[in-house]
T-cell receptor, first 115, second 113 residues
Framework: SQQGEEDPQALSIQEGENATMNCSYKTSINNLQWYRQNSGRGLVHLILIRSNEREKHSGRLRVTLDTSKKSSSLLITASRAADTASYFCATTPSTFNFGNEKLTFGTGTRLTIIP | NAGVTQTPKFQVLKTGQSMTLQCAQDMNHEYMSWYRQDPGMGLRLIHYSVGAGITDQGEVPNGYNVSRSTTEDFPLRLLSAAPSQTSVYFC????????????FGDGTRLSIL
């Protein structure tokens, strides 16, 4: 079963605008990660936020985490055509140990940046 | 530094055939895993390994076998291919340290006729 659900499933915006994607999950987590997937390629890690963190930044990316609502959001500012991709959230369970590093992925948001 | 390398990139099989998807990493990562990606379902974990000689099942292990004889390699075997196994398969690896990302290969696109 899927741990995370991304919202929206698809998003189209004009280049230069900001894009916001949301992720909800079901069980307690140790960390939440965001990945990007370009068409026909593997997943590329964007950012990891730990369960005791509320916000994290990396370049044009801003991630928030609300563990009380079991939700996270990814904001991409000043979007570019190269940001066109699918974005996935993934969680590591709170019962974390090295033998339990099982990432559970959401269903993804397909982002299209219109030049 | 090649990262995670998967071969082949594309494969077509007939129902009942067997094959092995190869995965190799050159980062000396302890943890390796296999996922399948189907439309509208995200990635689902098939099998994973925390080190050479140690493997365990993920969410959807039926019909697949794995082994981990070396740190570098983690092959995935389809025992008797079925059309339901048509999917894109991704291999990933990560260091044994906590709170670290996984590194993915570019995938193998498998069609079962």
């Amino acid at each position: 079963s899927q741990q995370g659900e991304e919202d929206p499933q698809a998003l189209s915006i004009q280049e230069g605008e900001n894009a916001t994607m949301n992720c909800s999950y079901k069980t307690s987590i140790n960390n939440l990660q965001w990945y990007r997937q370009n068409s026909g390629r593997g997943l590329v890690h964007l950012i990891l936020i730990r369960s005791n963190e509320r916000e994290k930044h990396s370049g044009r990316l801003r991630v928030t985490l609300d563990t009380s609502k079991k939700s996270s959001s990814l904001l991409i500012t000043a979007s570019r055509a190269a940001d066109t991709a699918s974005y996935f959230c993934a969680t590591t369970p709170s019962t974390f140990n090295f033998g339990n590093e099982k990432l559970t992925f959401g269903t993804g948001t397909r982002l299209t940046i219109i030049p | 530094n090649a990262g995670v390398t998967q071969t082949p990139k594309f494969q077509v099989l007939k129902t009942g055939q067997s094959m092995t998807l190869q995965c190799a990493q050159d980062m000396n990562h302890e943890y390796m895993s296999w996922y399948r990606q189907d439309p509208g379902m995200g990635l689902r974990l098939i099998h994973y390994s925390v080190g050479a000689g140690i493997t365990d099942q993920g969410e959807v292990p039926n019909g697949y076998n794995v082994s981990r004889s070396t740190t570098e390699d983690f092959p995935l075997r389809l025992l008797s291919a079925a059309p339901s196994q048509t999917s894109v398969y991704f291999c990933a690896s990560k260091t044994g340290k906590g709170n670290q990302p996984q590194h993915f290969g570019d995938g193998t696109r498998l069609s079962i006729l």
